[in-house]
């Protein structure tokens, strides 16, 4: 009897109480506090980063020469055409030999996804040592993997995933490069003697993006092009004075991101095009306009932007970026003289091709690319489509070959891929299908995520604190 009047008390106190819980478990909400973990954000800034004097330059350390190989060259991020797309008639490896990858040398770098420019032999790269907190130009023999000399200068950096990220521009003369926190430096290309610098925050305001600076300097007719943001949308600097050549004016206040300039002809007018966060824009390159807005669009802008415009044929440019923007393709018209540009497509990852981190392939009328992990079931595969309808996959490598955030070449008529653990895959070019060669392990490290540079039939790449060279000449 007693047992029986305990549970009639008890048995509606706890109905009251398990109802109380449930009201609370609906209102609450467990992540009202989080904020999204994007990799670089942790050192995002509000404004222009002018906190330290940076004495450009001031290091130099020479440890000896090399005798030049002419030709061998990889002069600039994406090679001499800005494609991705060797054409030199070197016959490559189908498959690695049974000894596994020929590594011809392998060195250790700071943190970083900085990768690599060749010319004549000589290999540049900009690195960060932590140790003496210093940006430096390091010169290595492209055949022996000996240090040449390097340049440098003191500058003071938090971990940012990674700490430089950019690959120089190389030409017969001269090497510019652009340090993480928006430091400009051109030197001598043979003796690394220093010629100039140029401090973007302290000079223009520029306001370093949130990973740290991601685009790569362009020199055409011993002019660096560099896009500035702040003071300046984009900026011409002769390589052998250090003075300004021209300026684009910037009444937006559009901001630098990590895409790199490209150049584009089109209905016989030369201009580099641009995606700054902000807006789209191409900006004369030639004739007594240079340096003028010809023509800009504001109606893909996301705030992080890695890869770099992808110039189609007719005026067209694809643009695209991670973190759920997706991808917009652009027509840009010439009538009278006069240019503009409109959107004439525009979706989300779901929906079509995009890239999170890598510039996509345009080789015969076609797109190559990595999709993001925000894209569904093709999610971090290898993928191709036509450039005529970025929407529909004619291609891809399927659910048990997917990649990350790494890089992607085409050279002699294969593409050679690397996932984020250091795996590379050679895949025979096809657009119908994805034929693997061959697979191998490279490189231990982790975010193998730095461009490749290939020329004279070396290969040369690297993780996050490794770079190394690989011989895929065939026999």
Same mark, same amino acid.
């Given at each position: 009897?007693?047992?029986?009047?305990?549970?009639?008390?008890?048995?509606?106190?706890?109905?009251?109480?398990?109802?109380?819980?449930?009201?609370?478990?609906?209102?609450?909400?467990? =992540?009202?506090?989080?904020?999204?973990?994007?990799?670089?954000?942790?050192?995002?800034? %509000?404004?222009?980063?002018?906190?330290?004097?940076?004495?450009?330059?001031?290091?130099?350390?020479?440890?000896?020469?090399?005798?030049?190989?002419?030709? %061998?060259?990889?002069?600039?991020?994406?090679?001499?055409?800005?494609?991705?797309?060797?054409?030199?008639? $070197?016959?490559?490896?189908?498959?690695?030999?049974?000894?596994?990858?020929?590594?011809?040398?392998?060195?250790?770098?700071?943190?970083?996804?900085?990768?690599?420019?060749?010319?004549?032999?000589?290999?540049?790269?900009?690195?960060?040592?932590?140790?003496?907190?210093?940006?430096?130009?390091?010169?290595?023999?492209?055949?022996?993997?000996?240090?040449?000399?390097?340049?440098?200068?003191?500058?003071?950096?938090?971990?940012?995933?990674?700490?430089?990220?950019?690959?120089?521009?190389?030409?017969?003369?001269?090497?510019?490069?652009?340090?993480?926190?928006?430091? =400009?430096?051109?030197?001598?290309?043979?003796?690394?003697?220093?010629?100039?610098?140029?401090?973007?925050? +302290?000079?223009?305001?520029?306001?370093?993006?949130?990973?740290? +600076?991601?685009?790569?300097?362009?020199?055409?007719?011993?002019?660096?092009?560099?896009? @500035?943001?702040?003071?300046?949308?984009? $900026?011409?600097?002769?390589?052998?004075?250090? @003075?300004?050549?021209?300026?684009?004016?910037?009444?937006?206040?559009?901001?630098?991101?990590?895409?790199?300039?490209?150049?584009? +002809?089109?209905?016989?007018? *030369?201009?580099?095009?641009? /995606?700054? =966060?902000?807006?789209?824009?191409?900006?004369?390159?030639?004739? !007594?306009?240079?340096?003028?807005?010809?023509?800009?669009?504001?109606?893909?802008?996301?705030?992080?932007?890695?890869?770099?415009?992808?110039?189609?044929?007719?005026?067209? =440019?694809?643009?695209? !970026?991670?973190?759920?923007?997706?991808?917009?393709?652009?027509?840009? *018209?010439?009538?009278?003289?006069?240019?503009?540009?409109?959107?004439?497509?525009?979706?989300?990852?779901?929906?079509?091709?995009?890239?999170?981190?890598? %510039?996509?392939?345009?080789?015969?009328?076609?797109?190559?690319?990595?999709?993001?992990?925000? !894209?569904?079931?093709?999610? @971090?595969?290898?993928? /191709?489509? *036509?450039?005529?309808? %970025?929407?529909?996959?004619?291609?891809?490598?399927? *659910?048990?070959?997917?990649?990350?955030?790494?890089?992607?070449?085409?050279?002699?008529?294969?593409?050679?891929?690397?996932?984020?653990?250091?795996?590379?895959?050679?895949?025979?070019?096809?657009?119908?299908?994805?034929?693997?060669?061959?697979?191998?392990?490279?490189?231990?490290?982790?975010?193998?995520?730095?461009?490749?540079?290939?020329?004279?039939?070396?290969?040369?790449?690297?993780?996050?604190?490794?770079?190394?060279? $690989?011989?895929?000449?065939?026999?």
């Amino acid at each position: 009897m007693l047992k029986k009047n305990l549970y009639r008390y008890l048995l509606p106190a706890f109905i009251v109480a398990g109802i109380g819980l449930l009201a609370v478990w609906l209102v609450y909400n467990p =992540v009202s506090s989080f904020r999204q973990s994007i990799p670089g954000m942790d050192e995002r800034k %509000t404004g222009a980063v002018a906190t330290q004097k940076v004495n450009i330059g001031e290091t130099f350390t020479f440890f000896k020469t090399c005798d030049d190989i002419p030709g %061998t060259r990889w002069p600039r991020f994406r090679g001499a055409d800005f494609d991705n797309v060797s054409k030199e008639n $070197i016959r490559l490896i189908d498959k690695f030999s049974k000894e596994g990858p020929k590594i011809l040398w392998k060195i250790l770098l700071g943190e970083g996804h900085a990768a690599p420019a060749v010319y004549d032999g000589r290999v540049y790269i900009l690195d960060y040592d932590e140790p003496s907190k210093q940006d430096l130009l390091r010169c290595f023999s492209l055949l022996s993997g000996e240090e040449l000399w390097r340049r440098g200068y003191h500058v003071r950096l938090k971990r940012n995933h990674g700490l430089s990220r950019t690959i120089p521009a190389v030409n017969e003369k001269y090497v510019v490069t652009i340090g993480p926190r928006c430091q =400009v430096m051109c030197v001598d290309r043979l003796k690394g003697d220093y010629l100039w610098g140029l401090d973007l925050a +302290t000079e223009y305001k520029t306001e370093v993006p949130f990973w740290y +600076t991601g685009q790569c300097p362009l020199i055409e007719n011993d002019t660096a092009i560099i896009a @500035t943001g702040g003071k300046a949308l984009l $900026i011409g600097i002769d390589c052998k004075t250090g @003075t300004k050549a021209w300026e684009t004016p910037n009444p937006k206040n559009w901001k630098m991101s990590h895409s790199s300039i490209m150049p584009m +002809t089109f209905k016989g007018k *030369k201009m580099y095009v641009y /995606c700054a =966060v902000g807006g789209i824009c191409g900006v004369s390159a030639a004739g !007594a306009d240079k340096g003028k807005i010809l023509w800009e669009t504001t109606g893909f802008s996301p705030a992080v932007i890695a890869p770099s415009p992808l110039i189609l044929d007719n005026g067209l =440019v694809f643009m695209t !970026a991670g973190y759920g923007a997706g991808a917009a393709l652009v027509q840009v *018209k010439e009538n009278g003289g006069l240019y503009s540009a409109e959107i004439v497509q525009q979706y989300k990852p779901l929906a079509g091709l995009a890239s999170e981190q890598q %510039t996509p392939i345009y080789y015969n009328g076609f797109i190559f690319g990595i999709l993001p992990k925000d !894209a569904g079931e093709l999610r @971090t595969q290898f993928a /191709c489509y *036509k450039a005529s309808d %970025t929407k529909k996959a004619i291609m891809s490598s399927g *659910k048990t070959d997917r990649y990350g955030l790494g890089p992607y070449i085409l050279a002699d008529n294969k593409f050679f891929i690397l996932n984020d653990d250091g795996e590379m895959t050679i895949a025979k070019y096809s657009t119908s299908k994805f034929a693997v060669l061959d697979k191998a392990k490279i490189i231990d490290g982790q975010d193998s995520w730095g461009p490749f540079a290939i020329t004279g039939g070396y290969l040369l790449m690297r993780d996050s604190k490794t770079m190394l060279c $690989i011989d895929v000449r065939a026999k």
